[in-house]
């Protein structure tokens, strides 16, 4: 009767290829998982300058809108804007004595576009403020 020599060649080798291969599954997961999170993070960013941008374009038109009512008395002009804006949706204020007139769009998470304008001469405007507060500002206040 021969014995036989258990030998490792069949053993070793078949553990080292199971333990590379779980090695690769998990380096592709943590792959597949790093580059979900790149995605959800330049989707959430492009989210943000796109509200932006549409707030910042509304902000322009309405500026547009209320170009004719610029060219009134500053004090008239004021309060026919004011009104103007008030009739898109937009809540405006206006101060006479500073003769400023101010209003806000929402942008979306962005947060809020806030527009100052100071009104001159007749038919003349000059823009004081074209800020966007962010939510985490407005948390602050």
């Known amino acids: 009767m021969r014995k036989r020599k258990s030998s490792l060649a ?15 599954a998990c ?18 960013g492009w989210d943000v300058a796109r509200d ?5 374009s509304r902000a322009q038109t309405l500026l547009g809108e209320i170009e004719e009512a610029a060219a009134l008395e500053p004090s008239v002009a004021g309060l026919e804007m004011e009104a103007l804006l008030n009739e898109e949706g937009i809540a405006a204020r206006y101060d006479q004595a500073a003769q400023i007139l101010s209003f806000e769009i929402p942008a979306g998470e962005a947060g ?11 038919g003349q ?8 507060i962010t939510p985490e500002a407005e948390e602050k206040t």
């Open 10 to 24: 069949v053993g070793f080798p078949t553990i080292v290829n199971v333990l590379i291969l779980l090695l690769f």
């Open 27 to 44: 380096v592709s997961m943590l792959s597949l998982s790093r580059a979900q999170s790149d995605y959800m993070v330049s989707s959430h």
């Open 52 to 56: 932006y941008f549409e707030a910042d």
């Open 112 to 122: 809020t576009l806030m527009v100052q304008l100071h009104l001159l001469e007749a």
């Open 125 to 132: 405007y000059e823009v004081q403020a074209w800020e966007l």
